[in-house]
């Protein structure tokens, strides 16, 4: 089964200004319209099965919107998308909503603390985390233009994150460090975290050749999952791209496209619950 780790799909309603709010920030074009209909086609054309839907609350009112969102895609397409869904610190009674989103099947949580309006050493974040080990799977957005200590989020962040919270599953989007690959080489690849997972998206646009290979050797292999970033990049174009940069053969591309299935509770919750335990 392939899997792309890392999209973003947005209700009818708001998509395009989504979209529009994407073009700027990051002063691309996006290459979707940012519907689940786009999505799920462009995922098709490109030979994958499966695709993690991420939602993410930018202020505390809308974690429940957004979570319900999520439950909704989840359960239009089964088959297809895994949802994501999303906590923010200032909610409140995220206690509830961890508990309404597991037994709603949902498998787990979008973190962007650029977007969301905290900093990742939020102290509030703390027993959320606590809360969360063994219960759901966290891809957190990690990065961005400026220096580390001035950014909401960045590697050092995220290791000590994963240094207190052991059986906390993370994946680490953008290969550890959006426009931060040196602090991410540095910090969260110097040696092997069993939480700890990489995402290829928002790389090959800014990276040279010579990082794209150095970025996946510093990975373990099978701790590289393939991410788009949608509607931000073409699933097609993007597999075409890190094959190219990353000199990868054919087989490799599979392992990565299909080293999500392993991750501990994506596709199966029991199997998230059993590790947890042990």
């Keep these: 089964m392939y899997i792309d ?21 990051y002063d691309v074009a996006c290459a979707g319209n940012g519907t689940i209909d786009d999505l799920l086609q462009r995922e098709r054309k490109a030979g994958i099965d499966r695709c993690v839907v991420l939602c993410a609350a930018t202020a505390p009112a809308q974690v429940i919107p957004a979570n319900s969102y999520a439950i909704s895609l989840q359960r239009a397409y089964p088959d297809q998308v895994i949802a994501f869904g999303t906590v923010h610190p200032g909610y409140e009674q995220w206690e509830a909503e961890l508990d309404r989103l597991e037994a709603a099947g949902i498998r787990g949580m979008k973190l962007h603390p650029d977007f969301q309006g905290f900093w990742l050493s939020d102290p509030r974040l703390l027993p959320i985390f606590e809360a969360s080990q063994g219960r759901f799977v966290f891809e957190m957005h990690i990065g961005d233009r400026i220096s580390p200590e001035k950014n909401p989020s960045c590697p050092y962040k995220l290791a000590a994150i994963l240094d207190a919270f052991p059986r906390l599953q993370v994946i680490a989007a953008h290969f550890g460090g959006y426009r931060m690959w040196a ?31 150095k970025l996946l050797a510093a990975c373990p292999p099978e701790r590289i999952l393939f991410g788009t ?3 931000l990049y073409d699933p097609l174009e993007e597999l075409q791209r890190i094959q190219q940069m990353g000199g990868l053969s054919d087989s490799m591309m599979d392992r990565i496209l299909s080293n999500a299935t392993a991750l501990p509770g994506l596709l199966d919750r029991k199997k998230a619950r059993m590790g947890a335990a042990g």
């Excluded at 890392?6 to 920030?25: D, S, Y």
């Design 5 to 25: 780790i890392h999209t973003h799909a947005f209700h009818p309603k708001i998509a395009h200004k989504a979209v529009e709010h994407l073009n700027g920030h």
């Design 183 to 213: 602090h991410a080489l540095k910090t969260l690849m110097v040696r092997e975290r069993p939480n700890l997972w990489f995402d290829t998206s928002s790389t090959t646009p800014f990276a040279t050749p010579m990082l794209v290979k």
């Design 229 to 231: 970033d949608w509607p």
